[in-house]
């Protein structure tokens, strides 16, 4: 299994620039989500889905969108690059359960992003 | 809503001492996973915990989480450079769609050899 897979790993950007991360996962998890880190603000989660056709915003969302039409993929789409999108963005995916056992994330290998 | 707060920001420690870190909260926990992340990597699993008073074990790390369920700690005895790295402690919200994990802001170890 490869696991959780970000391209690119690296990518600078110009302002007003769109560009799709993309993130796709072969351990058949229903739930994927997508985290940008910044220096000293921990991991912040802009988008999240439970399944195929559903997706829902995290708490930095502006500027972002995302759409998940198969289980293994979920891109996550720049609209209009801005410098204050220069971040580490890393995808995520785990299983879908009411417990709370096995739901432990997955990470992919982050692609860091530079917008000039 | 739910956060979770994680002290020391930064640590600082020679090869061989101990080091702590803590997770705390204002409101009772239903479980707490830890969460490793080397320098330039991505966050990688460690544990879960979930009963009151649970400690566990792996090899010279050590996780605890309270009696009250309000706080949680990881423990690393002596430090080796490989334990270089951020320690995040995170919460599992889980209600139906929605599901989220509440991260702290983590902490971040360094190892003098």
């Known amino acids: 299994n490869a696991g959780v897979t970000q391209t690119p790993k690296f990518q600078v950007l110009k302002t007003g620039q769109s560009m799709t991360l993309q993130c796709a996962q072969d351990?058949?998890?229903?739930?994927m989500s997508w985290y940008r880190q910044d220096p000293g603000m921990g991991l912040r989660l802009i988008h999240y889905s439970v399944g195929a056709g559903i997706t829902d915003q995290g708490e930095v969302p502006n500027g972002y969108n995302v759409s998940r039409s198969t289980t293994e993929d979920f891109p996550l789409r720049l609209l209009s690059a801005a410098p204050s999108q220069t971040s580490v963005y890393f995808c995520?995916?785990?299983?879908?359960?009411?417990?709370?056992?096995?739901?432990?994330?997955?990470f992919g290998q982050g692609t860091r992003l530079t917008v000039v | 809503g739910q956060q979770v707060m994680q002290i020391p920001q930064y640590q600082h420690v020679q090869e061989g001492e101990d080091f702590t870190t803590y997770c705390n909260s204002s409101?009772?926990?239903?479980?707490i996973q830890w969460y490793k992340q080397r320098p330039g990597g991505h966050p990688v699993f460690l544990i879960q915990?979930?009963?009151s008073g649970e400690v566990k074990k792996q090899k010279r790390l050590t996780f605890q989480f309270g009696e009250a369920k309000k706080n949680s700690s990881l423990h690393i005895t002596a430090t080796q450079t490989t334990d270089v790295g951020t320690y995040f402690c995170?919460?599992?919200?889980?209600?139906?769609?929605?599901?989220?994990?509440?991260w702290g802001l983590g902490t971040s170890l360094a190892v003098n050899p």
């Open positions: 351990m058949n998890h229903e739930y």
């Open positions: 995170a919460l599992l919200r889980n209600a139906g769609n929605n599901r989220k994990l509440i």
């Open positions: 915990l979930v009963k």
């Open positions: 409101t009772t926990l239903s479980n």
């Open positions: 995520a995916s785990s299983y879908r359960t009411a417990a709370v056992l096995n739901t432990e994330a997955f």
